[in-house]
């Protein structure tokens, strides 16, 4: 679905990212891993074309048949707003602090895809019950909520829009143990129901062995091993990925 | 607990000021302006509550009156003030770069030259009355708002959610408008609510010097200015109670915003 070729991205001169090559594969959970500092947000940034300005970028990022690295701000924006999807670390902060739920949820979902208020209404309600969620957190100010619940919020918006590609960008580590687990239950659901292609970038092995189908290893900008899960976990080829799944407790 | 009922005391106090200014025509017993050659200088009685002055005006009337032109220069100014500085440090906070530079340097050169000598210069050229009182106070009050709502601006520019709004190709009005400037709304309340009563300082300072609002409206700063002479003959409630009324409104103003800059009482529920 996503193929990056011989990504570089260099920020003041710095080297961000070396030469990386990874696939997404369409219907998957791929996980990215590596450690903070590896350039994985900047690798996601890259793919949503959020990169600061001064950064200088090579190699390609082929969607659907074209480089995003050479898309218009104009197509980046739609592909942004139709096809991809993005939650992020920190679900507090991905809210509008004096706004109510109700509303930012209609503008990331509902608003979206060009649904009118009384359809969002209905349809939202339905996936909020689902993901155990109840309806008065619409009538709520994200800091009234907890952090699970809004990071729940946020996989209630992309349950709504169904998008062709969703990027979790380190979606749990502001969760504590439980709710973590019940987050990632709730990224497979989606992927099981909607078939929805998920990107998780994380740095930790457990999400990627419960969740993920395939993963890239990526330390110090660049990919030092990518495969399926099952084979990466029993046969580590790089001494990095051996050190990671030692690491584990 | 104890702190809340002190707060609710300033708060009354406050509203008490501004009701009573506000519908001055109704409480006032006398014409602020209405003389009396025969009852000049009398001290407070049951007739005249807290006195008359050198042309036997009633002094509770023109206290009431004083006090309505004292805080609507205040609070045009406060206004134009507000607008000035949002203007100005949004654009700066939001665009950022060079333009934010230049901004900056030029407010810093602005704040450097006290306010006074400013509308002093103003003063002698327009010689105005009260409104052009209100939109010299405002036009040299807006420095602090707008450094204000600039450091709000670059704050909030860089949290997740105004990236989020970014992503999904929000209008920049919108961005602007319902992510910055309504996150800023509890910072710029303060510093509105500071510069409030800076600004019934000045108007009251400008008029004691003589330049401020002119002699024929009564204001609080003109009749402390007129109460100058009247003290030395034992006249002491025509200055007393303006001094007074000064000194509680501004007061007020400040242990409130006090208040509200603490943070745990911007957010009610939490």
């Known amino acids: 679905m996503i193929e990056v070729r011989d990504l570089s991205i260099q920020i003041k001169g710095k080297h961000i990212t070396h030469h990386i090559d990874f696939t997404i594969t369409r219907g998957n959970i791929t996980s990215l891993i590596g450690e903070s500092g590896s350039g994985k947000s900047m ?38 707003k139709q096809d991809v999807f993005t939650i992020f670390q920190d679900a507090l902060n991905s809210f509008n602090p004096s ?7 209609y503008a990331f979902s509902g608003e979206r895809v060009g649904d009118s208020l009384p359809v969002f209404n209905e349809k939202m309600h339905v996936i909020l019950e689902k993901l155990g969620l109840s309806w008065e957190v619409v009538e709520q100010y994200p800091f009234q909520l907890s952090g699970g619940m809004l ?37 497979i659901r989606l992927n099981e129901e909607k078939g929805t292609t998920i990107f998780l970038i994380t740095h930790d092995l457990d999400i990627v062995a419960k969740a993920a189908h395939e993963m890239v290893v990526m330390q110090q900008g660049r990919i030092v091993e990518t495969g399926k899960v099952e084979t990466i976990f029993s046969h580590p080829g790089h001494a990095y990925t051996k050190r990671l799944l030692k690491s584990r407790f | ?66 006090g309505k032109v004292t805080l609507v220069v205040a609070s045009g100014s406060v206004i134009l003030s507000l607008f000035i500085g949002i203007v100005y440090g949004g654009i700066s906070g939001y665009f950022g770069g060079v333009i934010d530079t230049v901004m900056m340097r030029l407010l810093e050169a602005l704040i450097t030259i006290p306010a006074l000598i400013i509308i002093l210069v103003f003063q002698v050229i ?99 200015y007129y109460a100058q002479n009247d003290i030395l003959i034992g006249a002491w409630w025509i200055g007393l109670f303006p001094g007074i009324m000064i000194f509680l409104t501004i007061l007020a103003i400040n242990f409130i915003g006090e208040a509200w800059k603490n943070p745990e009482r911007r957010r009610v529920n939490d």
Not at chain 1, 46 to 54: E, F, I, K, S, V
Not at chain 1, 56 to 67: A, C, D, L, T
Not at chain 2, 28 to 55: F, R, V
Not at chain 2, 209 to 223: E, K, R
């Open chain 1, 99 to 105: 706004v109510k739920m109700g509303r930012q949820l």
């Open chain 2, 1 to 66: 607990m104890k702190l809340r009922k002190a707060l609710l005391f300033w708060y009354s106090l406050l509203g008490l000021i501004v009701f009573l200014t506000v519908f001055s025509t109704i409480f006032s017993p006398y014409s602020p302006n209405e003389m009396n050659m025969d009852e000049i200088y009398s001290a407070p009685s049951s007739d005249h509550w807290l006195g008359t002055d050198h042309l036997g005006r009633d002094v509770f009337s023109r206290l009431l009156e004083g």
């Open chain 2, 126 to 224: 327009v010689q105005g009355g009260m409104w052009s009182m209100a939109l010299l106070i405002g036009l040299t009050g807006w420095l602090v708002t707008a450094r204000i709502v600039r450091s709000e601006f670059i704050r909030l520019k860089e949290e997740e959610f105004i990236k989020m709004a970014n992503m999904l190709g929000t209008p920049v009005w919108n961005i602007l408008w319902g992510h910055l400037l309504r996150n800023s709304i509890p910072a710029i309340f303060v510093v509105t609510l500071f510069n409030f009563a800076g600004a019934i300082f000045m108007e009251v300072s400008l008029s004691f010097l003589g330049i401020g609002i002119p002699p024929t409206i009564p204001s609080w700063g003109n009749m402390l």
């Open chain 1, 151 to 187: 990071q729940r919020c946020m996989i209630a918006c992309a349950f709504y829009v169904e998008p062709a590609l969703l990027i979790a960008d380190e979606p749990t580590s502001a969760l504590d143990m439980v709710l973590q687990k019940e987050f990632i239950q709730l990224l």
């Open chain 1, 43 to 80: 690798t996601v940034s890259a793919l949503l074309g959020m990169l600061p300005d001064d950064a200088k970028v090579s190699g390609s990022i082929m969607y659907e048949g074209r480089n995003l690295l050479d898309a218009s701000d104009q197509e980046m924006e739609s592909v942004r």
